[in-house]
Protein backbone atom coordinates (compact mmCIF):
# COMPACT_ATOMS: atom_id res chain seq x y z
CA UNK A 1 0.00 0.00 0.00
CA UNK A 2 1.63 3.16 -1.02
CA UNK A 3 1.31 5.76 1.02
CA UNK A 4 1.96 9.54 -0.42
CA UNK A 5 2.48 12.80 1.03
CA UNK A 6 -1.10 14.24 -0.74
CA UNK A 7 -2.68 10.98 0.90
CA UNK A 8 -2.04 12.19 4.16
CA UNK A 9 -2.69 15.46 3.85
CA UNK A 10 -6.36 14.04 2.39
CA UNK A 11 -6.48 12.60 5.53
CA UNK A 12 -5.83 14.58 8.30
CA UNK A 13 -7.74 17.56 6.65
CA UNK A 14 -10.71 15.34 6.57
CA UNK A 15 -9.70 14.40 10.33
CA UNK A 16 -9.97 18.38 11.44
CA UNK A 17 -12.85 18.39 9.51
CA UNK A 18 -14.70 15.61 11.29
CA UNK A 19 -13.73 17.25 14.72
CA UNK A 20 -15.06 20.90 13.72
CA UNK A 21 -18.65 19.23 12.70
CA UNK A 22 -18.91 17.74 15.89
CA UNK A 23 -18.13 20.81 17.86
CA UNK A 24 -21.19 22.31 15.54
CA UNK A 25 -23.11 19.53 15.89
CA UNK A 26 -23.22 18.39 12.88
CA UNK A 27 -23.01 15.02 11.59
CA UNK A 28 -20.16 13.81 9.27
CA UNK A 29 -21.05 11.44 7.28
CA UNK A 30 -20.76 12.78 3.41
CA UNK A 31 -18.60 16.14 3.33
CA UNK A 32 -15.11 14.92 4.64
CA UNK A 33 -14.86 11.94 2.21
CA UNK A 34 -15.37 14.38 -0.25
CA UNK A 35 -12.84 16.46 1.04
CA UNK A 36 -10.48 13.51 1.06
CA UNK A 37 -11.20 12.43 -2.33
CA UNK A 38 -10.73 15.75 -3.81
CA UNK A 39 -7.32 16.25 -2.49
CA UNK A 40 -6.88 12.54 -3.10
CA UNK A 41 -8.72 10.90 -5.72
CA UNK A 42 -7.18 7.32 -4.90
CA UNK A 43 -7.59 7.89 -1.05
CA UNK A 44 -9.30 4.35 -1.14
CA UNK A 45 -6.32 2.63 -2.18
CA UNK A 46 -4.33 4.19 0.25
CA UNK A 47 -6.32 4.18 3.44
CA UNK A 48 -5.00 1.17 5.71
CA UNK A 49 -7.89 -1.73 5.18
CA UNK A 50 -9.76 -3.69 8.20
CA UNK A 51 -8.70 -7.12 8.74
CA UNK A 52 -12.24 -8.28 7.95
CA UNK A 53 -14.83 -6.58 5.51
CA UNK A 54 -18.09 -7.19 4.86
CA UNK A 55 -19.80 -5.50 2.25
CA UNK A 56 -23.89 -5.45 1.73
CA UNK A 57 -25.78 -4.16 -1.12
CA UNK A 58 -28.36 -5.04 -3.30
CA UNK A 59 -31.75 -3.01 -4.20
CA UNK A 60 -33.96 -3.51 -1.38
CA UNK A 61 -33.21 -4.19 2.33
CA UNK A 62 -29.65 -3.56 2.81
CA UNK A 63 -29.85 -0.97 5.74
CA UNK A 64 -32.53 -3.03 7.63
CA UNK A 65 -29.77 -6.19 6.96
CA UNK A 66 -26.79 -3.95 7.45
CA UNK A 67 -28.48 -2.45 10.88
CA UNK A 68 -28.85 -6.51 12.14
CA UNK A 69 -25.12 -7.40 11.52
CA UNK A 70 -23.98 -4.39 13.26
CA UNK A 71 -26.73 -4.97 16.09
CA UNK A 72 -25.54 -8.87 16.92
CA UNK A 73 -21.73 -7.19 16.44
CA UNK A 74 -22.79 -4.91 19.55
CA UNK A 75 -23.97 -7.68 21.32
CA UNK A 76 -20.61 -9.41 21.18
CA UNK A 77 -19.16 -6.01 21.99
CA UNK A 78 -16.76 -5.87 18.69
CA UNK A 79 -16.33 -2.29 17.29
CA UNK A 80 -16.24 -1.94 13.84
CA UNK A 81 -15.83 0.62 11.42
CA UNK A 82 -19.67 1.05 9.63
CA UNK A 83 -21.32 3.62 7.70
CA UNK A 84 -24.78 3.29 9.45
CA UNK A 85 -25.50 7.14 10.49
CA UNK A 86 -24.24 8.12 6.55
CA UNK A 87 -24.23 8.12 2.99
CA UNK A 88 -23.25 4.46 1.09
CA UNK A 89 -22.07 6.00 -1.72
CA UNK A 90 -18.54 6.58 -2.22
CA UNK A 91 -18.00 9.47 0.03
CA UNK A 92 -19.71 8.56 2.54
CA UNK A 93 -18.35 5.22 2.54
CA UNK A 94 -14.96 7.43 2.31
CA UNK A 95 -16.10 9.52 5.61
CA UNK A 96 -16.68 6.21 7.57
CA UNK A 97 -12.44 4.72 6.56
CA UNK A 98 -11.53 8.36 7.68
CA UNK A 99 -13.20 7.68 11.07
CA UNK A 100 -11.73 4.00 11.56
CA UNK A 101 -8.31 5.20 10.70
CA UNK A 102 -5.60 6.74 12.94
CA UNK A 103 -3.79 9.85 11.86
CA UNK A 104 -0.74 7.30 11.05
CA UNK A 105 -2.95 5.61 8.91
CA UNK A 106 -3.66 2.71 11.13
CA UNK A 107 -7.17 1.00 11.32
CA UNK A 108 -8.53 1.38 14.39
CA UNK A 109 -11.02 -2.09 14.29
CA UNK A 110 -10.33 -5.20 12.70
CA UNK A 111 -13.53 -5.56 11.13
CA UNK A 112 -15.70 -2.95 8.53
CA UNK A 113 -19.47 -3.28 8.02
CA UNK A 114 -20.45 -1.23 4.89
CA UNK A 115 -23.87 -0.25 2.87
CA UNK A 116 -22.65 0.08 -0.40
CA UNK A 117 -24.93 1.64 -3.30
CA UNK A 118 -25.48 -1.53 -5.85
CA UNK A 119 -23.76 0.91 -8.52
CA UNK A 120 -21.07 3.06 -6.54
CA UNK A 121 -19.75 -0.27 -5.71
CA UNK A 122 -16.99 -0.09 -8.62
CA UNK A 123 -15.74 2.97 -6.75
CA UNK A 124 -15.39 0.87 -3.75
CA UNK A 125 -15.17 -2.54 -3.85
CA UNK A 126 -12.09 -3.15 -5.79
CA UNK A 127 -9.74 -0.66 -3.31
CA UNK A 128 -11.61 -2.15 -0.11
CA UNK A 129 -11.23 -5.88 -1.13
CA UNK A 130 -14.03 -7.13 0.62
CA UNK A 131 -14.44 -10.65 2.07
CA UNK A 132 -17.54 -10.79 1.90
CA UNK A 133 -20.42 -9.52 0.10
CA UNK A 134 -23.97 -9.44 0.45
CA UNK A 135 -26.42 -9.41 -2.61
CA UNK A 136 -29.86 -9.63 -0.66
CA UNK A 137 -31.50 -8.62 -4.37
CA UNK A 138 -31.47 -7.06 -7.70
CA UNK A 139 -34.65 -5.20 -8.74
CA UNK A 140 -35.35 -2.35 -11.12
CA UNK A 141 -34.85 1.14 -9.30
CA UNK A 142 -34.49 4.83 -10.10
CA UNK A 143 -34.68 5.66 -13.40
CA UNK A 144 -31.99 8.28 -13.41
CA UNK A 145 -29.68 5.90 -11.87
CA UNK A 146 -30.66 2.19 -12.66
CA UNK A 147 -33.35 0.91 -13.98
CA UNK A 148 -32.05 -1.78 -15.65
CA UNK A 149 -31.09 -4.98 -13.48
CA UNK A 150 -28.43 -6.02 -16.15
CA UNK A 151 -26.29 -2.71 -15.97
CA UNK A 152 -26.29 -3.26 -12.13
CA UNK A 153 -25.11 -6.76 -13.49
CA UNK A 154 -22.19 -5.98 -14.86
CA UNK A 155 -21.12 -3.73 -12.59
CA UNK A 156 -21.33 -6.55 -9.37
CA UNK A 157 -19.82 -8.77 -11.56
CA UNK A 158 -16.67 -6.69 -12.63
CA UNK A 159 -16.25 -5.00 -8.97
CA UNK A 160 -16.95 -7.87 -6.57
CA UNK A 161 -12.98 -9.28 -6.29
CA UNK A 162 -12.89 -12.92 -7.12
CA UNK A 163 -11.80 -13.65 -3.98
CA UNK A 164 -14.70 -12.54 -1.77
CA UNK A 165 -17.48 -14.69 -0.60
CA UNK A 166 -20.83 -13.55 -1.91
CA UNK A 167 -24.19 -14.59 0.05
CA UNK A 168 -26.68 -13.93 -2.47
CA UNK A 169 -30.59 -14.54 -2.35
CA UNK A 170 -31.29 -17.71 -4.53
CA UNK A 171 -35.12 -17.06 -5.45
CA UNK A 172 -33.74 -14.20 -7.12
CA UNK A 173 -32.41 -15.03 -10.66
CA UNK A 174 -30.67 -11.65 -11.44
CA UNK A 175 -28.73 -11.84 -7.64
CA UNK A 176 -27.32 -15.20 -8.16
CA UNK A 177 -25.30 -14.46 -11.85
CA UNK A 178 -22.98 -12.42 -9.82
CA UNK A 179 -21.62 -16.26 -8.00
CA UNK A 180 -19.64 -16.73 -11.18
CA UNK A 181 -16.64 -18.45 -9.92
CA UNK A 182 -16.77 -17.42 -6.52
CA UNK A 183 -16.88 -18.54 -3.48
CA UNK A 184 -20.90 -18.86 -2.19
CA UNK A 185 -23.97 -19.41 0.27
CA UNK A 186 -27.20 -18.99 -0.63
CA UNK A 187 -30.30 -18.60 1.08
CA UNK A 188 -34.28 -18.92 0.31
CA UNK A 189 -37.76 -18.23 1.44
CA UNK A 190 -40.16 -21.23 0.97
CA UNK A 191 -43.75 -20.96 -0.35
CA UNK A 192 -45.92 -20.16 2.89
CA UNK A 193 -49.14 -22.34 3.14
CA UNK A 194 -51.40 -19.10 3.55
CA UNK A 195 -49.37 -16.82 1.46
CA UNK A 196 -50.65 -14.73 -1.68
CA UNK A 197 -48.47 -14.27 -4.43
CA UNK A 198 -48.54 -11.50 -6.58
CA UNK A 199 -48.49 -12.67 -9.84
CA UNK A 200 -50.23 -9.66 -11.14
CA UNK A 201 -47.33 -7.24 -10.42
CA UNK A 202 -47.03 -4.36 -13.26
CA UNK A 203 -42.70 -5.12 -12.90
CA UNK A 204 -42.14 -8.68 -13.69
CA UNK A 205 -37.85 -8.67 -15.38
CA UNK A 206 -37.38 -12.22 -15.76
CA UNK A 207 -40.04 -13.50 -18.03
CA UNK A 208 -37.24 -14.54 -20.50
CA UNK A 209 -34.30 -16.48 -19.12
CA UNK A 210 -31.03 -14.52 -18.59
CA UNK A 211 -28.82 -17.06 -19.91
CA UNK A 212 -30.65 -17.92 -23.83
CA UNK A 213 -33.26 -15.47 -23.21
CA UNK A 214 -36.40 -18.18 -24.21
CA UNK A 215 -39.85 -18.12 -22.48
CA UNK A 216 -39.21 -18.87 -18.32
CA UNK A 217 -41.64 -21.61 -16.57
CA UNK A 218 -42.52 -20.59 -13.00
CA UNK A 219 -43.82 -23.21 -10.83
CA UNK A 220 -43.76 -20.29 -7.78
CA UNK A 221 -43.71 -16.88 -8.07
CA UNK A 222 -43.50 -14.57 -5.14
CA UNK A 223 -44.07 -10.97 -6.33
CA UNK A 224 -41.60 -9.73 -9.50
CA UNK A 225 -39.08 -11.74 -10.20
CA UNK A 226 -38.59 -13.77 -7.21
CA UNK A 227 -39.86 -16.89 -7.80
CA UNK A 228 -39.06 -20.73 -8.73
CA UNK A 229 -38.03 -20.77 -11.88
CA UNK A 230 -37.50 -23.05 -14.68
CA UNK A 231 -35.83 -22.49 -18.44
CA UNK A 232 -37.17 -25.67 -20.74
CA UNK A 233 -34.77 -24.51 -23.51
CA UNK A 234 -31.08 -24.42 -21.23
CA UNK A 235 -32.24 -25.86 -17.70
CA UNK A 236 -31.42 -22.81 -16.03
CA UNK A 237 -32.82 -22.86 -12.17
CA UNK A 238 -32.89 -22.18 -8.69
CA UNK A 239 -29.84 -23.09 -7.29
CA UNK A 240 -29.71 -25.03 -4.07
CA UNK A 241 -29.95 -23.25 -1.03
CA UNK A 242 -27.54 -23.25 1.96
CA UNK A 243 -29.97 -21.62 3.96
CA UNK A 244 -33.72 -22.17 3.58
CA UNK A 245 -35.98 -19.72 6.08
CA UNK A 246 -39.43 -21.34 6.58
CA UNK A 247 -42.43 -19.93 7.72
CA UNK A 248 -45.51 -21.63 9.08
CA UNK A 249 -47.94 -18.99 7.81
CA UNK A 250 -47.43 -15.19 6.76
CA UNK A 251 -47.73 -13.79 10.38
CA UNK A 252 -45.85 -16.56 12.57
CA UNK A 253 -43.11 -14.45 14.71
CA UNK A 254 -41.10 -17.40 14.23
CA UNK A 255 -38.88 -18.18 11.55
CA UNK A 256 -37.45 -20.79 11.31
CA UNK A 257 -33.61 -21.47 9.21
CA UNK A 258 -32.24 -24.53 8.23
CA UNK A 259 -28.88 -25.06 7.59
CA UNK A 260 -26.93 -29.01 7.03
CA UNK A 261 -30.62 -30.03 8.39
CA UNK A 262 -30.30 -28.11 11.71
CA UNK A 263 -33.01 -26.08 12.53
CA UNK A 264 -32.93 -22.97 14.24
CA UNK A 265 -35.69 -20.32 15.07
CA UNK A 266 -35.62 -16.52 15.57
CA UNK A 267 -38.10 -14.77 16.71
CA UNK A 268 -39.51 -11.84 14.69
CA UNK A 269 -41.25 -8.65 16.21
CA UNK A 270 -42.96 -7.44 12.97
CA UNK A 271 -43.74 -11.04 10.45
CA UNK A 272 -43.19 -9.86 6.96
CA UNK A 273 -41.84 -11.65 3.79
CA UNK A 274 -39.19 -8.96 3.56
CA UNK A 275 -38.07 -9.34 7.29
CA UNK A 276 -37.54 -13.56 6.21
CA UNK A 277 -35.50 -12.35 3.57
CA UNK A 278 -33.52 -9.87 5.52
CA UNK A 279 -32.63 -12.12 8.22
CA UNK A 280 -31.98 -15.18 6.31
CA UNK A 281 -29.45 -13.10 4.45
CA UNK A 282 -27.93 -11.88 7.54
CA UNK A 283 -28.13 -16.06 9.20
CA UNK A 284 -26.17 -16.93 5.64
CA UNK A 285 -23.51 -14.58 6.65
CA UNK A 286 -22.87 -16.18 9.95
CA UNK A 287 -22.92 -19.59 8.62
CA UNK A 288 -20.80 -18.90 6.45
CA UNK A 289 -18.56 -16.80 8.96
CA UNK A 290 -18.42 -19.91 10.85
CA UNK A 291 -19.96 -19.00 13.48
CA UNK A 292 -22.47 -20.35 16.60
CA UNK A 293 -25.79 -20.00 14.86
CA UNK A 294 -27.33 -21.40 17.91
CA UNK A 295 -25.71 -17.84 19.75
CA UNK A 296 -26.93 -16.03 16.62
CA UNK A 297 -30.47 -17.01 16.39
CA UNK A 298 -30.31 -16.47 19.78
CA UNK A 299 -29.33 -12.34 19.19
CA UNK A 300 -31.40 -12.24 16.06
CA UNK A 301 -34.33 -12.41 18.29
CA UNK A 302 -33.80 -9.47 20.69
CA UNK A 303 -33.18 -7.13 17.88
CA UNK A 304 -35.91 -4.15 17.35
CA UNK A 305 -37.10 -2.77 14.03
CA UNK A 306 -35.21 -0.14 13.12
CA UNK A 307 -38.37 2.57 14.07
CA UNK A 308 -37.26 5.04 11.32
CA UNK A 309 -38.66 1.81 8.64
CA UNK A 310 -41.32 0.67 10.53
CA UNK A 311 -42.87 2.59 13.39
CA UNK A 312 -46.81 1.65 15.14
CA UNK A 313 -48.42 3.33 18.09
CA UNK A 314 -51.69 3.62 19.98
CA UNK A 315 -53.03 7.17 20.17
CA UNK A 316 -56.67 7.38 22.01
CA UNK A 317 -58.45 4.62 19.54
CA UNK A 318 -56.10 5.73 16.53
CA UNK A 319 -53.13 3.90 15.52
CA UNK A 320 -50.24 5.55 13.83
CA UNK A 321 -48.06 4.00 11.21
CA UNK A 322 -45.11 4.73 9.83
CA UNK A 323 -43.54 3.19 7.02
CA UNK A 324 -40.27 4.22 4.90
CA UNK A 325 -41.40 4.43 1.31
CA UNK A 326 -38.44 4.87 -0.89
CA UNK A 327 -38.74 7.53 -3.49
CA UNK A 328 -38.44 6.38 -7.52
CA UNK A 329 -38.36 3.02 -6.24
CA UNK A 330 -41.46 1.27 -8.31
CA UNK A 331 -40.76 -2.22 -6.72
CA UNK A 332 -40.40 -0.78 -3.25
CA UNK A 333 -43.33 0.90 -3.34
CA UNK A 334 -45.10 -2.19 -4.77
CA UNK A 335 -44.54 -4.01 -2.22
CA UNK A 336 -45.73 -1.33 0.28
CA UNK A 337 -49.18 -1.10 -1.21
CA UNK A 338 -49.29 -4.87 -1.26
CA UNK A 339 -48.46 -4.58 2.49
CA UNK A 340 -51.08 -2.14 3.30
CA UNK A 341 -53.42 -4.19 1.21
CA UNK A 342 -53.33 -6.94 4.08
CA UNK A 343 -53.80 -5.17 6.72
CA UNK A 344 -57.62 -5.47 7.67
CA UNK A 345 -56.90 -5.87 10.94
CA UNK A 346 -56.41 -2.31 10.95
CA UNK A 347 -59.71 -0.90 10.56
CA UNK A 348 -60.14 1.96 8.10
CA UNK A 349 -56.93 3.15 6.86
CA UNK A 350 -55.73 6.86 5.80
CA UNK A 351 -52.70 7.41 3.60
CA UNK A 352 -50.58 10.22 3.86
CA UNK A 353 -48.12 10.00 1.13
CA UNK A 354 -45.19 11.81 2.14
CA UNK A 355 -42.14 10.74 -0.04
CA UNK A 356 -42.25 13.40 -2.84
CA UNK A 357 -38.19 13.73 -3.66
CA UNK A 358 -37.29 16.98 -3.40
CA UNK A 359 -34.37 17.22 -5.38
CA UNK A 360 -36.31 20.20 -6.96
CA UNK A 361 -34.96 22.46 -4.46
CA UNK A 362 -31.04 21.92 -4.35
CA UNK A 363 -30.90 21.44 -8.31
CA UNK A 364 -34.03 23.57 -9.67
CA UNK A 365 -32.81 22.87 -13.68
CA UNK A 366 -33.24 19.28 -13.12
CA UNK A 367 -36.90 17.55 -13.63
CA UNK A 368 -37.70 14.76 -11.64
CA UNK A 369 -38.62 11.56 -13.74
CA UNK A 370 -41.73 10.15 -12.18
CA UNK A 371 -42.25 7.51 -14.59
CA UNK A 372 -42.23 5.00 -11.24
CA UNK A 373 -45.65 5.79 -10.50
CA UNK A 374 -46.83 4.23 -13.82
CA UNK A 375 -44.78 1.26 -12.50
CA UNK A 376 -46.02 1.11 -9.18
CA UNK A 377 -48.75 -1.55 -7.97
CA UNK A 378 -50.83 1.56 -6.96
CA UNK A 379 -53.65 -1.02 -8.08
CA UNK A 380 -53.08 -2.84 -4.87
CA UNK A 381 -55.16 -0.11 -2.47
CA UNK A 382 -58.24 0.04 -4.65
CA UNK A 383 -59.24 -2.23 -0.78
CA UNK A 384 -62.52 -0.72 0.89
CA UNK A 385 -60.42 -0.54 4.11
CA UNK A 386 -58.70 2.41 2.61
CA UNK A 387 -60.79 5.00 2.59
CA UNK A 388 -58.46 7.94 2.22
CA UNK A 389 -55.42 9.64 0.63
CA UNK A 390 -54.06 12.20 1.35
CA UNK A 391 -51.55 14.26 -1.44
CA UNK A 392 -49.59 17.38 -1.00
CA UNK A 393 -46.40 18.95 -2.68
CA UNK A 394 -45.63 19.30 -6.22
CA UNK A 395 -46.24 16.12 -7.49
CA UNK A 396 -49.52 15.40 -5.82
CA UNK A 397 -51.63 15.82 -8.95
CA UNK A 398 -49.54 13.56 -10.87
CA UNK A 399 -50.37 11.13 -7.56
CA UNK A 400 -54.12 11.61 -7.75
CA UNK A 401 -53.92 11.05 -11.51
CA UNK A 402 -52.16 7.54 -10.96
CA UNK A 403 -54.43 6.73 -8.00
CA UNK A 404 -57.34 7.45 -10.40
CA UNK A 405 -55.71 5.21 -12.91
CA UNK A 406 -55.09 2.47 -10.91
CA UNK A 407 -59.16 2.29 -9.38
CA UNK A 408 -59.44 4.19 -6.33
CA UNK A 409 -62.09 6.58 -5.75
CA UNK A 410 -61.22 10.49 -6.51
CA UNK A 411 -63.76 11.45 -3.85
CA UNK A 412 -61.43 9.55 -1.58
CA UNK A 413 -58.52 12.17 -2.19
CA UNK A 414 -57.75 15.15 -0.42
CA UNK A 415 -55.26 17.48 -1.56
CA UNK A 416 -53.07 20.01 -0.06
CA UNK A 417 -50.34 22.60 -0.88
CA UNK A 418 -47.45 21.33 1.11
CA UNK A 419 -46.86 17.78 2.96
CA UNK A 420 -46.85 18.81 6.09
CA UNK A 421 -50.50 20.74 5.84
CA UNK A 422 -51.75 16.65 5.00
CA UNK A 423 -52.23 16.13 8.64
CA UNK A 424 -54.47 19.00 9.36
CA UNK A 425 -56.76 17.85 6.88
CA UNK A 426 -57.34 14.24 7.92
CA UNK A 427 -61.25 13.53 8.67
CA UNK A 428 -60.44 11.57 12.06
CA UNK A 429 -63.86 10.49 11.50
CA UNK A 430 -63.33 8.23 8.89
CA UNK A 431 -59.64 6.37 9.80
CA UNK A 432 -59.24 3.70 12.32
CA UNK A 433 -55.33 3.84 11.18
CA UNK A 434 -53.79 6.51 10.26
CA UNK A 435 -50.06 5.64 7.55
CA UNK A 436 -47.25 7.52 7.21
CA UNK A 437 -45.45 6.75 4.05
CA UNK A 438 -42.14 9.15 3.71
CA UNK A 439 -39.16 8.69 2.03
CA UNK A 440 -35.50 8.08 3.06
CA UNK A 441 -34.82 12.08 2.26
CA UNK A 442 -37.15 13.14 4.88
CA UNK A 443 -37.52 10.78 7.76
CA UNK A 444 -37.24 13.88 10.12
CA UNK A 445 -40.05 15.49 8.53
CA UNK A 446 -41.82 12.43 8.87
CA UNK A 447 -41.45 12.10 12.52
CA UNK A 448 -42.20 15.78 13.38
CA UNK A 449 -45.67 15.00 11.55
CA UNK A 450 -46.25 12.23 13.43
CA UNK A 451 -45.61 14.08 16.37
CA UNK A 452 -48.13 16.93 15.16
CA UNK A 453 -50.80 13.84 14.67
CA UNK A 454 -50.38 12.63 18.24
CA UNK A 455 -51.11 16.35 19.19
CA UNK A 456 -53.94 16.87 17.12
CA UNK A 457 -55.20 13.29 18.07
CA UNK A 458 -54.83 13.93 21.80
CA UNK A 459 -56.89 17.22 21.50
CA UNK A 460 -59.69 16.19 19.44
CA UNK A 461 -60.38 12.07 19.76
CA UNK A 462 -62.76 11.72 22.67
Not at 203 to 223: A, E, K, S
Not at 331 to 336: C, E
Amino acid sequence: MKQTLRFFIALWASKSIILLMRLLKRNATHFPGDVALKIDPNFLSHVSRPSHVIMITGTNGKTSVTNMILDVFAQDKIAVIHNALGSNILQGITSSMIEGTTLTNKSKHEWAILEVDERSSRLMMPYLKPDYVIVNNLFRDSYRRNAHVEFIIGILQNSIPETAHVIVNGDDMFATQVIQQRKHTIFSLQPISDEVTRQDSRIHDGQLCPQCFHPMTFTFVRYHHLSHYYCPQCGNTNRNSDVVAMLSSIKSKQLHLNVHNQTYVVDREVPSVNDAYNTAAVFALFNALGNDLALRSKQLSSIKVVSSRFSEMMVKNKRIVGLLAKDQNPVANSRLCDFLSTQPQWGRLGLCFMNEVHAHEDHPHEVENMAYLYDTDFEYLKESHITQFMLGGHRRYEFRARLIMAGCDPQAMVMVEKEEDEIDKIDLNQVDTIVLMYSTKNIPEGIMLREKLITRIQKEVV
